[in-house]
């Protein structure tokens, strides 16, 4: 088995778009994808991204990937990394591929001053959760992750400042 971990190109936007539908499948189409081969082209390759992704072949055919976003901890005074997605492919798991990549955003984090990679799991997710615990991450018990999105996203940020405040 040959295997090669590689920024991604943009030439990459439909592989990753579709692993981004597998992995709606796979999360019970928890998380619909709403999002093209063309808008991930062009939003995560801009030059102005904060994102990237990165891609796993093995033998020549795309298995995986990873997206990966900089952070900054106010908190710390240091560069973090979140990443967004660790996908691979069904007949592409358990090879010791997703560790690999893992690894790889590890070592990019710390070529790159990052202290920390931060990620979520689901909870029903026992296989991913049982991984990661091997390789000694822990999760984040004490804290909530929040999300507003949508029509709430958009209610909010054209809310006056007034209507916010309550007055």
Not at 60 to 73: E, F, L, P, Q, W
Request: hydrophobic share 40%; net charge negative; charged share 20%.
């Amino acid at each position: 088995m040959k295997m090669t971990i590689r920024p991604a190109n943009p030439e990459d936007a439909d592989a990753i778009y579709g692993m981004i539908a597998e992995l709606s499948v796979y999360e019970h189409g928890l998380q619909h994808s709403v999002t093209t081969a063309e808008e991930i082209r062009s939003m995560l390759f801009n030059p102005d991204s904060n994102s990237e992704a990165l891609m796993c072949e093995i033998d020549g055919s795309t298995a995986g990937y990873a997206v990966i976003t900089r952070s900054y901890s106010a908190w710390l005074g240091r560069r973090g990394m979140y990443m967004e997605d660790l996908y691979f492919s069904p007949n592409f798991r358990g090879l010791g591929a997703g560790k690999a990549l893992l690894q790889y955003v590890a070592q990019h984090a710390v070529n790159h001053q990052c202290n920390r990679i931060e990620w979520s799991a689901l909870d029903w997710d026992q296989s991913a959760r049982e991984f990661y615990l091997s390789i000694d991450a822990l999760p984040l018990n004490e804290w909530v992750r929040y999300r507003l999105d949508g029509a709430a996203l958009e209610k909010f940020a054209a809310a006056t400042p007034q209507s916010v405040l309550g007055l």
